[in-house]
């Protein structure tokens, strides 16, 4: 597997409270993506970033931020968690942004809001 | 609203058949198509890719067919075995530096000894 862990790989919360997702990598790789998982939905790309500082969003980026301070971590947040957030999230590593690049995904997060 | 159909939902072949996974897409944009497999419990991971500038592209037992008049690409596994038990997501992504890749819904494919 690609050096790639998330934390925590399971957690349960409660609707309206705030949450953190981290994603850390050790392969030096410039582009981090998060993207979550849904049964008839494949997955889909929250936010990515391109660098330190540099993010972006995806398709589905509502309800969450995302923040990148070193290479290595990619934090992901819900501010005020919802039940529609319910899902099973990946992050994601590549070392280049460009089409060929292969991308790496981490063993996931399952996240329950209740 | 997805960019990348995929279908079926799921397949269930015998060990030695083939298994065949077919997906659409709308975006003439896009410009490079990866499969990816995942097991259950892990994260997706690469497969096999190709460009739109070559119709078939093979490795091992697994082949993807091209067909860009028709915006459809596909995944034939050959020779399926228990082994290739999991779901795979065909995936979409346009040229140059853009990386964001657009998936399918996935096909869980059982292999049945």
């Known amino acids: 597997d690609a050096g790639i862990t998330q934390s925590p790989r399971h957690k349960v919360t409660e609707t309206g409270t705030p949450v953190t997702l981290r994603c850390h990598q050790t392969?030096?790789?410039?582009?981090m993506y998060w993207y979550r998982q849904d049964p008839g939905h494949g997955l889909r790309l929250i936010h990515y970033?391109?660098?330190?500082?540099?993010?972006d969003k995806g398709e589905v980026s509502d309800g969450y931020s995302v923040s990148r301070s070193k290479t290595e971590d990619f934090l992901l947040t819900l501010e005020s968690a919802t039940s529609s957030q319910t899902s099973v999230y990946f992050c994601?590593?590549?070392?280049?942004?460009?089409?060929?690049?292969?991308?790496?995904f981490g063993q996931g997060t399952r996240l329950t809001v209740v | 609203q997805q960019q990348v159909k995929q279908s079926p939902q799921s397949l269930i072949v015998q060990k030695g058949g083939i298994s065949i996974i077919n997906c659409a897409y709308e975006?003439?944009?896009?410009?490079?198509f990866p499969w990816y497999q995942q097991f259950p419990g892990k994260g997706p991971a690469l497969l096999i890719a190709?460009?739109?500038?070559?119709s078939e592209k093979k490795e091992g037992r697994f082949t993807i067919s091209f067909n860009k008049s028709a915006k459809q690409f596909s995944l034939h596994i050959m020779d399926s075995q228990p082994g290739d038990s999991a779901t795979y997501f065909c995936?979409?992504?346009?040229?140059?530096?853009?990386?964001?890749?657009?998936f399918g819904a996935g096909t869980t494919v059982t292999v049945r000894a």
């Open positions: 994601a590593i590549s070392r280049t942004g460009h089409m060929n690049t292969e991308a790496f």
């Open positions: 190709i460009r739109p500038d070559v």
């Open positions: 392969e030096n790789h410039r582009y």
């Open positions: 975006n003439t944009a896009f410009d490079y």
């Open positions: 970033s391109y660098g330190v500082k540099d993010t």
């Open positions: 995936a979409a992504s346009k040229g140059g530096n853009d990386y964001k890749l657009s």
